[in-house]
T-cell receptor, first 112, second 113 residues
Framework: AQSVTQPDIHITVSEGASLELRCNYS??????LFWYVQSPGQGLQLLLK??????LVQGIKGFEAEFKRSQSSFNLRKPSVHWSDAAEYFC??????????FGAGTRLTVKP | DAGVIQSPRHEVTEMGQEVTLRCKPI?????LFWYRQTMMRGLELLIY????????DSGMPEDRFSAKMPNASFSTLKIQPSEPRDSAVYFC???????????FGEGSRLTVL
């Protein structure tokens, strides 16, 4: 079965600084990759997804992610973080067996 | 379109009581998933349905947990009897196609005393 690793449990960045959240996956075939964001007390909202094609995908709220097959990675980036970006971020991998597995999440704190 | 709707949003109950969580998926979505979220274990897939049929329930912790989907617009997750270690946020999510993004409800926060 597929699996996802998010190495960073908690990251703190200053407002206006750039952000990169790491995600590594394990899957024997071409994965379907997702990034979700969760604000406190809320469900998960999709930021972006990768199925095929261009390995650099753009999402909502100014986020982007790059699929690197050689590194089994799908890192999330944002050039300039806003205080409203503080939340929990989850990477997920889907497979043709239908289910979707999530990483443990990375909590983002934004310093003023 | 309305999103995935879950009820109740919060439930506090005592150990040994039966708990029923409900979910209404997005209309037209053929797949429905139940996840459990805890600090210790993160997001765990419990069970998912395709066209109302359970496909994979290997994530259901034990026999105290059961899930049903009697029709395309309704699913329940039942815990009987409940235990304090069941305290968690339970999410329902739905999806239209075999592969695609999941749409999540706002979750049901369960506290078992």
């Amino acid at each position: 079965a597929q699996s996802v690793t998010q190495p960073d449990i908690h990251i703190t960045v200053s407002e206006g600084a750039s952000l990169e959240l790491r995600c590594n996956y394990s899957y024997g075939a071409t994965p379907y990759l997702f990034w979700y964001v969760q604000s406190p007390g809320q469900g998960l909202q999709l930021l972006l997804k990768y199925f095929s094609g261009d390995t650099l995908v753009q999402g909502i709220k100014g986020f982007e992610a790059e699929f690197k097959r050689s590194q089994s990675s799908f890192n999330l980036r944002k050039p300039s973080v806003h205080w409203s970006d503080a939340a929990e971020y989850f990477c997920a991998v889907g497979a043709r067996n239908n289910d979707m597995r999530f990483g443990a999440g990375t909590r983002l704190t934004v310093k003023p | 379109d309305a999103g995935v709707i879950q009820s109740p949003r919060h439930e506090v109950t005592e150990m040994g009581q039966e708990v029923t969580l409900r979910c209404k998926p997005i209309s037209g979505h053929d797949y429905l998933f139940w996840y459990r979220q805890t600090m210790m274990r993160g997001l765990e897939l419990l069970i998912y349905f395709n066209n109302n049929v359970p496909i994979d329930d290997s994530g259901m912790p034990e026999d105290r947990f059961s899930a049903k989907m009697p029709n395309a617009s309704f699913s329940t997750l039942k815990i009987q009897p409940s235990e304090p270690r069941d305290s968690a946020v339970y999410f329902c999510a739905s999806r239209k196609k075999q592969v695609g993004e999941l749409f999540f409800g706002e979750g049901s926060r369960l506290t078992v005393l």
